[in-house]
């Protein structure tokens, strides 16, 4: 059986992601260089570590978010459109009471601390006050923001988050144009960055209040929908929190040991793996509030939707990720300098690794937190920051920084391995583990060896040349076609090639204006 409707629609909503995320990227791309050039390479790493000791916030304004979507979600009917409001007033009460005192927090306490554990003086540090406030105050337009963000996308309405999205990036990108050749610092950029932020908040707030003004409520506590919410986004609160922390402990052990510039270098490299695989996940996250209506279907129909999803994205993660691999050094060359790409390239190869093993899970997560299974979703968060972390403080004081990326890839195959056993607790189902193999691990697996693969015959081949932008473009692209015809000639194989064909005709019929498969 294809993928039918709902399908079209959730491939609707993808394509609407996309392109947001699209344009996100290509502009945040297009100006990076610049910043780096005007900012320097250890300021830049300065603010990246000041975005590193903010992050941790994102766990709580994710899991307000996540939690608000999936309620709002289930209660989309005109009856219940006063229980609506009640989860929305709550939300956004959250949102401003503990938003506003994480805010103080770090306006008060994170100079200070960032002084003392990352050794920062002098003009850099003079510059975190400002910094900070500034790295804060964009959060917390962000956190604001989600909660109305979450009454679109619980309608599965992605076609307003995407616009909302592409209009703050391109004030973001336009500021930075502007303000930090007048203004060459750390807290600049982190400025322009809040401005997109608080953009996208009044764009939120006044689309909201233009087409589904009936859903808005003034903040207020409502206590059965503090407790739901609570009850589903306080592990989800620990799952962001371990993620967070997996994603940011090499930034912050670099900025521990090393100098603010290694952070920069490092930055730099996670800065292209992320617009990658955040984009793959982008993709995909159409699914969360999808996998929220089918709590009612059997175990055999979630399973059979739940793994062909897991492979689509997978290839698709093999495909734009593994592209990466083989043009890492030119690709840095060309956008950031020869000293970036000769000190950052092996580390963008294992991010690139780490960011496909990753892709494994992205699914399994927005299944297990639609289901409310958000205990587990924290769980595999915790052991991937532990993992993560750990190998970190192992291998960076010892083979220096260029270890870094190396803990990404053993805290990912510990997630991997964690969220498979955690799956085949929950569905009883025969063929499961032939399912993981077929739809997860052969997809990934071909795609990171052809990749490595490809690395190497190019070098051999001399093809790996910084000769251009024209060139770079067409050999990744050619990779990232390579890695994906492989990965899916690989998944013909087995008992579930034909679903994954079908499966793959259906996206081509839906997205090429000639159906040729």
């Not at 770090?106 to 990352?118: E, H, M």
């Not at 900070?132 to 599965?156: D, E, I, K, Y």
């Not at 924290?378 to 010892?398: D, E, K, N, R």
Request: aromatic share 10%.
């Amino acid at each position: 059986m294809a993928l039918r409707r709902p399908s079209t629609d959730l491939l609707g909503n993808s394509a609407w992601n996309a392109i947001a995320f699209v344009v996100a990227v290509a502009l945040n791309l297009v100006v990076l260089p610049f910043v780096v050039f005007r900012l320097g390479v250890a300021a830049f790493g300065v603010a990246g570590l000041v975005t590193a000791c903010v992050a941790p916030a994102l766990a709580f304004s994710n899991a307000l978010a996540l939690s608000t979507t999936r309620e709002l979600g289930q209660r989309l009917g005109p009856s219940e459109r006063a229980d609506a409001r009640g989860f929305f007033a709550t939300a956004l009460m959250l949102a401003l009471g503990a938003g506003g005192l994480i805010v103080i927090f770090f306006a008060l306490a994170g100079a200070p601390l960032a002084r003392l554990g990352f050794h920062l003086s002098g003009p850099s540090g003079d510059d975190l006050g400002l910094a900070f406030a500034m790295a804060s105050a964009g959060w917390l337009c962000q956190c604001l923001s989600a909660v109305f963000l979450a009454l679109f996308t619980a309608r599965q309405d992605y076609r307003r988050v995407a616009s909302i999205s592409i209009i703050s990036t391109v004030v973001a990108t336009a500021s930075m144009l502007l303000f930090i050749p007048l203004w060459p610092q750390a807290s600049t950029f982190l400025g322009c960055q809040a401005l997109g932020y608080a953009t996208s908040l009044l764009l939120a707030l006044g689309l909201s209040r233009h087409v589904i003004g009936d859903w808005l409520a003034r903040p207020a506590i409502h206590r059965g929908a503090l407790g739901k919410l609570v009850k589903l986004g306080g592990w989800q609160f620990a799952a962001q929190g371990g993620a967070l922390i997996a994603g940011q402990a090499d930034r912050y052990l670099l900025g521990a040991l090393l100098q603010p510039q290694f952070v920069g270098f490092y930055t730099i490299a996670q800065r292209l793996e992320e617009a990658m695989y955040i984009g793959v996940l982008k993709v995909g996250e159409i699914l969360f509030p999808f996998f929220s209506t089918l709590q009612k279907e059997a175990d055999d129909r979630k399973a059979d939707l739940l793994f062909r999803s897991s492979w689509i994205l997978n290839v698709l993660a093999a495909s734009a990720l593994g592209g990466l691999i083989p043009v890492a050094g030119p690709l840095l060359h060309l956008w950031t300098g020869a000293e970036v790409a000769a000190e950052a390239q092996n580390v963008l190869v294992i991010l690139s690794i780490a960011g496909i093993l990753g892709s494994s899970t992205n699914v399994f997560a927005f299944y297990l937190l639609a289901q409310g299974r958000s205990n587990s979703n924290a769980l595999i968060s915790l052991l991937t920051g532990v993992f993560t972390l750990a190998t970190s403080a192992i291998a960076l004081p010892y083979f220096g920084w260029q270890a870094a990326g190396w803990s990404a890839c053993c805290g990912m195959i510990a997630q991997m391995v964690t969220t498979m056993i955690l799956l085949r607790r929950g569905f009883s189902l025969t063929g499961m583990w032939s399912r993981l193999v077929h739809f997860v691990l052969m997809p990934l697996g071909a795609g990171i060896a052809t990749a490595l693969a490809l690395r190497y015959g190019f070098r051999v081949a001399q093809l790996d040349q910084a000769l251009g932008w024209w060139y770079v473009v067409g050999v990744y692209l050619l990779a990232a076609g390579i890695v994906f015809v492989v990965a899916v000639a690989v998944s013909q194989v087995g008992p579930y090639g034909a679903a994954c064909w079908r499966d793959l005709r259906v996206i081509a019929g839906r997205f090429l204006p000639l159906k040729a498969i």
